[in-house]
């Protein structure tokens, strides 16, 4: 009788510690939302939970299920997009590297994730080794590109001379060579305008932390050659930005595209004829400014690319010069289509006003020339109102840049302590009523911040919160942007990890052709989605209602949330190698 008891009491204690481990290996709750890739030790460690009713949390070790902390959820916090609820799990205290998931009594448990020293290190790395995968005219072999790889497409050796970019010695239907650069987006066409914020963005992290980059592998043919792999990856869209620029007058063509956008076919399938389009102001200021940051960088590695940093200096003067001769040349592809065969109905990227990008240009010639002259009437005397930088605004990048040589600027204090007040003041407005945000981030307080490329907008504050950071120091500043990286890697209405290749519940089906007729179920890796756009211009079915900060879907056809575009990436690129090379001086 006794034994009898004995295996009873056995085979319950056996069924209750399965019943246990089965609670514990439940699938991981929607309700839970944070950074499904992890948190520095010493870093801010934040959760937000959905729903009313629950009061207490627990951080519990990934593989022994103890219990390493409880905490009490905040108040309530109402969206003002949606009116859901949501109170926040502050687990900051949880200091001790390892893997953890988070478990809300009654709701359910998280997702694992990482506390450690250089936890992002694998998102920063991915999200620039995107630009690889989106180089044009060269093989993707399987060595650099895993089981992404691919054959050439676009060698663009033959490309023909649109009617509205003729020119004294460039007859319509001419053929020039501009090969290499980067598919802008989910096409496979390459924009002057576009790679100019994208170079400007990927440029100035590597001047704001060039020791980051001295061992940051991302596993590209030119990896181990002396050079970073940051401005290896620049070098391949710089040279083909060089063969964009009208030799005989300075001028910088506007894109190189096909008249019609390609379908849904490998860029090795693409065969449709390419053509260079309309020289203008913003096109060639944007070139400027790139070429004369590029003439600073690489004039310190003239010993591997002999020549490279003279050739962009004089390309910029060149393009200056053009852009003085020319000043109010604007791209209006409607226009355009009225005077001139065939018909260019690719990505317009077409600008109204050019004043920033002569802000942008100006301060990039005056920081390699240290000469006032490219300053003059670009109206920097005055203090300025700082707004995000977006393909279209570029003059915040002009801002950066002098505060970046402020220091070697110092007689130049009238000019820039207005930009750091500008700077400072805009990241000020960005942490008001921080503490009342449902995620608790500085992303989405307004409905605005969910426009086209939603998920950009959230870098580029976390970028300005790290400027402001250098600027005084103050490290609710580092917080609040460490916040947005949160936001974009899984804490935010929507649940999802905006960079494809990461997270519980990532992105499989972006807008992208190569990640759609590859025929692998996973999407090209380190791409950063859109994100939510409420606006939903591509009327793709799969939405899950218009409220702003959850209008996105997991859908190749939705264009408007889930494309991927260079110039969302790159600030990707900034604001995690960023926080990673601060976290990691701040051990």
Known sequence: MKSLLNNIFLLAGLFAAASSNLSFAQAPSGAIHLNQIGFYPGGTKIAAISGDEHSSFEVRDAKSGKIVFKGKLGSSRTSQHSGKVTKIADFSGVKKAGNYIIEVPGLGRSAPFRIASQVHREVAEASLKGFYY??????????FAGKWARPAGHP????LIHASAVSQNRAENAVISSPKGWYDAGDYNKYIVNSGITMGTLLSLYEDYPAYFENFNTNIPESNN????????VIWNLRWMLTMQDPADGGVYHKLTNPRFD??????????????????TPATLDFVAVMAQSARIFKSFDNKFPGLADSCTTAAVKGWEWAKKNPKILYNQNEVNKQ??????TGAYGDRDASDEWIWAGAEMYALTRKKDYLEGLGLESPQTMVLPTWSQVKTLGYYTLLRFSEDLKSEGQLTNPLKQAVTNYAGTLLTDLEKQPYNTVMGKEAKDYAWGSSSVAANQGIALLYAYRITKDRKYRDASLGNLDYLLGRNATGYCFLTGFGSKRVMHPHHRPSIADGIEEPVPGLLSGGPNPAQQDKCAGYPNKFADESFTDNDCSYASNEIAINWNAPMVYLSAAIEAIMGQEK
């Open 134 to 143: 989106q180089r044009a005219s060269i093989e993707l072999p399987e060595k």
């Open 156 to 159: 663009d050796d033959k490309v």
């Open 226 to 233: 002396g050079v970073p792999d940051l401005l290896d990856e």
């Open 263 to 280: 379908g849904m076919i490998m860029p090795g399938a693409a065969k449709n004829p390419r053509y260079v389009v309309q020289k203008n």
């Open 340 to 345: 001139f065969d065939p018909d260019i109905v």
